[in-house]
């Protein structure tokens, strides 16, 4: 696995939030779930998500994103947050707007920090896009509005090291040779 994974760290401060959740332990999670119960309009109408590459990028709002099927995840995490995060299921969103058949993703956050994913890993793996937090959707503070989760890491690890979590997610777009 960490053949297929290169991680960049664009960002002239080592001491980022996104390196220093990659620093960090995770304890407890429960298994991806349904979330059936309706979920309230989203308030923020801005383009949260840039999805593709050149001509082809799409510019998602919220209200894009959770047109999409909804999912919840219980989750304590080491850095304070316990609850239900809900959001969409990444392979969702690469089946609707035609990315599902990328043999690697990049996926690059609000302050640069940026890493491939290989198909593999997000294929078998089933990650979560969460947009809300106990029905609320992500702030900035929460490191919002989308984060990349994947449950599956957190009851295995002992540390983060190799962890494939982003936080402030604003794009994700095809990795071609460059």
Excluded at 29 to 34: C, K, L, P, R, Y
Excluded at 56 to 85: C, M, N, Q
């Amino acid at each position: 696995m960490r053949n297929a994974l290169r991680i960049f760290s664009l960002s002239l401060c080592a001491a980022t939030p996104v390196a220093l959740l990659m620093q960090s332990s995770v304890a407890m999670a429960a298994g991806v779930q349904a979330d059936v119960r309706a979920w309230p309009p989203p308030v923020n109408k801005e383009t949260v998500l840039q999805l593709g590459d050149g001509e082809k990028r799409l510019a998602l709002t919220l209200a894009d994103l959770e047109a999409l099927p909804h999912y919840k995840v219980d989750l304590s995490l080491i850095w304070g947050e316990r609850g239900t995060f809900q959001g969409i299921k990444l392979n969702d969103l690469l089946k609707r707007y035609g990315l599902s058949e990328s043999a690697t993703l990049r996926f690059s956050a609000a302050d640069r920090y940026t890493l491939d994913i290989a198909a593999a890993n997000w294929r078998l793996r089933d990650p979560l896009i969460a947009t809300r937090f106990e029905m609320r959707e992500l702030t900035i503070r929460q490191k919002g509005p989308l984060r990349l989760l994947w449950p599956d890491e957190t009851a295995s690890l002992e540390s983060t090291r190799g962890m494939l979590w982003i936080w402030n997610l604003v794009l994700i777009k095809p990795v071609t040779a460059e």
